[in-house]
């Protein structure tokens, strides 16, 4: 039997915790939210990266709803420019066309205005393309470019243009909300209109119902790039994200990640999903798996919303969202891997630099022994842009120059994220790189 000192037992209490206080302020304090762009404070719906020139900020465009807003980004004189179509009417969703000087905006407040226009780089003119209310998102994926708009009350619809020139309704979803549309690995098509996902294989649609209405799709990155995601919700105890099971063209289930109030966009850092919801309902980190622990993440910062992700082109790995107080810069999160990839035990390593890079980069590797070698530049859906090497290799360290060009008709492959895959002796690894512009 013994007695516990009161005043001591106290004090170790006090002390424990002050540490655990120290050790949670030290993690919280390693991770950096920066607020960019004091022009942009203010709330942006969506952004997306062009190759044209005369912008500035890695070809960051912007869309920005509300009053006095539109389509802007910086030039290269460091200015946002900012261009509408009336002072009452702002963008809600743009798309690159990626090989002329265009932008695709989405633009609506609910009014006769709303409607899918083409902003023209050059002229800084916009011509009108359709009026239809309500719109929701204008993308462009591998298959073409897809506008889609409505309400719930039975009106709405689903464009698509395989250049940006001819515009036309996918009669299937014809009087139909659609919210979202993604390609997975394959071609595979999937689509959003209230609570029903749809998929498309070759040229049949099919739909499965969901618990709740769909607000996003994700599609991970390559070489994950057949997983897909959907954030559904609006505000219920039903709300949540899940993975989209399916094969040979038909939805099979449904597997839940988690419950979350008004899941609203989801992205990917690292091996981790984002979830950015609505009405101050948080931003979280958490696996890709079943029923798998969130971790909230960015509490102490201003927002409420989160709106839309993107990749910074620079600080890799991170994300910037755009929330209703402007964009943030996220880094350091914690669950970052080393950039340089070691395999089996250090039998081989992968690195490049500089990264990012324009116009070229070093891609460097050693081998402890001899082995077969494949290595490759990858853009994020998975499409092979240029072999850099193949055959068989000698132990010790080689390296190769990729200046930046793609493999098929030597023309510039454009700035954003690639990955470099090199597989040796039956065993691969990838490496993010980034060009700029």
Request: proline letters at 4%; glycine letters at 8%.
């Given at each position: 039997?013994?007695?516990?000192?009161?005043?001591?037992?106290g004090?170790?209490?006090?002390?424990?915790?002050?540490?655990?206080?120290?050790?949670?302020?030290?993690?919280?304090?390693?991770?950096?939210?920066?607020?960019?762009?004091?022009?942009?404070?203010?709330?942006?719906?969506?952004?997306?990266?062009?190759?044209?020139?005369?912008?500035s900020?890695?070809?960051?465009?912007?869309?920005?709803?509300?009053?006095?807003?539109g389509?802007?980004?910086?030039?290269?004189?460091?200015?946002?420019?900012?261009?509408?179509?009336?002072?009452?009417?702002g963008?809600v969703?743009?798309?690159?066309?990626?090989?002329?000087?265009?932008?695709?905006?989405?633009?609506?407040?609910?009014?006769?205005?709303?409607?899918?226009?083409?902003?023209?780089?050059?002229?800084?003119?916009?011509?009108?393309?359709?009026?239809?209310?309500?719109?929701?998102?204008?993308?462009?994926?591998?298959?073409?470019?897809?506008f889609?708009?409505?309400?719930?009350?039975?009106?709405?619809?689903?464009?698509?243009?395989?250049?940006?020139?001819?515009?036309?309704?996918?009669?299937?979803?014809?009087?139909?909300?659609?919210?979202?549309?993604?390609?997975?690995?394959?071609?595979?098509l999937?689509?959003?209109?209230?609570?029903?996902?749809?998929?498309?294989?070759?040229?049949?649609?099919?739909?499965?119902?969901?618990?709740?209405?769909?607000?996003?799709?994700?599609?991970?990155?390559?070489?994950?790039?057949?997983?897909?995601?959907?954030?559904?919700?609006?505000?219920?105890?039903?709300?949540?994200?899940?993975?989209?099971?399916?094969?040979?063209?038909?939805?099979?289930?449904?597997?839940?990640?988690?419950?979350?109030?008004?899941?609203?966009?989801?992205?990917?850092?690292?091996?981790?999903?984002?979830?950015?919801?609505?009405?101050?309902?948080?931003?979280?980190?958490?696996?890709?798996?079943?029923?798998?622990?969130?971790?909230?993440?960015?509490?102490?910062?201003?927002?409420?919303?989160?709106?839309?992700?993107?990749?910074?082109?620079?600080?890799?790995?991170?994300f910037?969202?755009?929330?209703?107080?402007?964009i943030?810069?996220?880094?350091?999160?914690?669950?970052?891997?080393?950039?340089?990839?070691?395999?089996?035990?250090?039998?081989?390593?992968?690195?490049?630099?500089?990264?990012?890079?324009?116009?070229?980069?070093?891609?460097?590797?050693?081998?402890?022994?001899?082995?077969?070698?494949?290595?490759?530049?990858?853009?994020?859906?998975g499409?092979?842009?240029?072999?850099?090497?193949?055959?068989?290799?000698?132990?010790?360290?080689?390296?190769?120059?990729?200046?930046?060009?793609?493999?098929?008709?030597?023309?510039?492959?454009?700035?954003?994220?690639y990955?470099?895959?090199?597989?040796?002796?039956?065993?691969?690894?990838?490496?993010?790189?980034?060009?700029?512009?």
């Open positions: 039997m013994f007695r516990v000192n009161r005043l001591l037992f004090k170790c209490v006090i002390f424990l915790f002050f540490v655990f206080a120290a050790v949670a302020l030290w993690a919280q304090e390693d991770r950096d939210f920066d607020l960019l762009y004091p022009e942009l404070q203010r709330p942006v719906y969506d952004m997306i990266y062009s190759d044209a020139a005369g912008i900020e890695y070809g960051l465009v912007f869309a920005i709803p509300g009053m006095n807003a389509i802007a980004y910086y030039t290269y004189i460091n200015t946002l420019e900012m261009y509408s179509i009336a002072t009452n009417l963008a969703s743009v798309a690159s066309d990626g090989i002329n000087p265009r932008i695709f905006a989405a633009f609506g407040c609910g009014s006769n205005s709303d409607g899918l226009y083409e902003f023209d780089l050059s002229s800084h003119e916009f011509d009108l393309i359709g009026w239809y209310m309500n719109p929701k998102f204008v993308k462009k994926l591998d298959s073409g470019f897809y889609g708009y409505g309400y719930a009350t039975g009106y709405g619809g689903l464009l698509f243009s395989e250049d940006g020139d001819i515009w036309s309704e996918i009669s299937y979803f014809n009087g139909l909300c659609v919210t979202d549309i993604e390609q997975a690995a394959g071609e595979v999937f689509a959003s209109a209230g609570n029903f996902i749809y998929l498309k294989d070759e040229e049949t649609w099919t739909s499965y119902e969901v618990p709740v209405v769909i607000n996003d799709i994700y599609v991970r990155n390559y070489p994950y790039n057949e997983e897909v995601y959907i954030a559904c919700g609006d505000g219920t105890d039903s709300d949540a994200v899940y993975r989209v099971e399916y094969a040979e063209g038909e939805i099979s289930g449904l597997t839940l990640i988690n419950w979350f109030f008004e899941p609203y966009r989801l992205y990917e850092y690292e091996e981790m999903l984002v979830v950015g919801c609505l009405n101050d309902n948080g931003l979280f980190l958490v696996e890709p798996e079943e029923m798998s622990e969130p971790e909230e993440i960015g509490a102490e910062l201003d927002f409420t919303e989160v709106y839309c992700f993107e990749t910074y082109p620079i600080y890799t790995p991170n910037i969202m755009g929330t209703d107080v402007g943030y810069l996220v880094t350091n999160l914690g669950n970052a891997v080393d950039e340089e990839l070691i395999i089996d035990n250090g039998q081989w390593i992968i690195t490049n630099y500089p990264n990012p890079f324009n116009p070229s980069t070093r891609i460097e590797f050693e081998l402890a022994r001899d082995a077969e070698v494949d290595l490759a530049i990858y853009n994020f859906k499409q092979m842009v240029k072999r850099l090497m193949h055959g068989e290799m000698s132990s010790g360290k080689h390296f190769v120059d990729w200046d930046g060009l793609n493999g098929q008709d030597g023309q510039n492959a454009g700035s954003g994220i990955l470099v895959r090199l597989e040796a002796g039956g065993q691969v690894a990838c490496r993010k790189i980034m060009m700029i512009k």
